[in-house]
Antibody
Framework: EVQLVESGGGLVQPGASLKLSCVAS????????MSWVRQTPGKTMEWIGD????????NYAPSLKNRFTISRDNAKSTLYLQMSNVRSEDTATYYCTRDYDGTPLAYWGQGTLVTVSS | DIVMTQTPLSLSVAIGQSASISCKSSQSLKYSDGKTYLNWVFQSPGQSPKRLIY???KLDSGVPDRFSGTGSETDFTLKISRVEAEDLGVYYCCQGSYSPYTFGAGTKLELK
């Protein structure tokens, strides 16, 4: 069974940095593209970006590219999202997702909530 | 960015009735490989999202066949025949053809 478990969320002050993790199990992590998606408190969905199965390529939403970095450690079956200079509008639940047969968003984790507030 | 417009934003149905949701994209979603990467994602209250349909009409594993997806280019439809209580929640269309991938605003399916 595919399982994706995010962690690292919490309350963070504006301007700070935060690193989210997503531990994968139930499949060969190094075979799949992975991505991050966030959902605001108002339920708006926003795709953040994705990373190739071997970590050699990343792609980001232009509005987030300068502050967010996606990486992975295939030996640990773990996906990461490094967030820097966070803002109140980054308050959201962050989901990691896995693709299937070249199509994105096939599997989702349970999400981790990030709240940016002073 | 491609804009995804869903209608209606809210839909009230009785159990056993059918429901239909429309999704229109601001440009054709047909990719250079000939495939159209239009997905439907469902979120029940308090749960994480779950993809139901990919490439317009292909059902993900375990998705009941009362769900169907149709459409092409810029116009797409999700139909649920014989709505069940477990189908209540929010449905999002999402395009995965062109980066950045974008979502519709969501359609809330409620009980009449």
């Amino acid at each position: 069974e595919v399982q994706l478990v995010e962690s690292g969320g919490g309350l963070v002050q504006p301007g700070a940095s935060l690193k989210l993790s997503c531990v994968a199990s139930g499949f060969t992590f190094s075979d799949y593209w992975m991505s991050w998606v966030r959902q605001t408190p108002g339920k708006t969905m926003e795709w953040i970006g994705d990373i190739k199965y071997d970590g050699s390529y990343t792609n980001y939403a232009p509005s987030l590219k300068n502050r967010f970095t996606i990486s992975r450690d295939n030996a640990k079956s773990t996906l990461y999202l490094q967030m820097s200079n966070v803002r109140s509008e980054d308050t959201a639940t962050y989901y990691c997702t896995r693709d299937y047969d070249g199509t994105p968003l096939a599997y989702w984790g349970q999400g981790t909530l990030v709240t940016v507030s002073s | 960015d491609i804009v995804m417009t869903q209608t209606p934003l809210s839909l009230s149905v009785a159990i056993g009735q059918s429901a239909s949701i429309s999704c229109k994209s601001s440009q054709s979603l047909k990719y250079s490989d000939g495939k159209t990467y239009l997905n439907w994602v469902f979120q029940s209250p308090g749960q994480s999202p779950k993809r139901l349909i990919y490439q317009v009409s292909k059902l993900d594993s375990g998705v009941p066949d009362r769900f169907s997806g149709t459409g092409s280019e810029t116009d797409f439809t999700l139909k649920i025949s014989r709505v069940e209580a477990e189908d209540l929640g929010v449905y999002y269309c999402c395009q995965g053809s062109y980066s950045p991938y974008t979502f519709g605003a969501g359609t809330k399916l409620e009980l009449k």
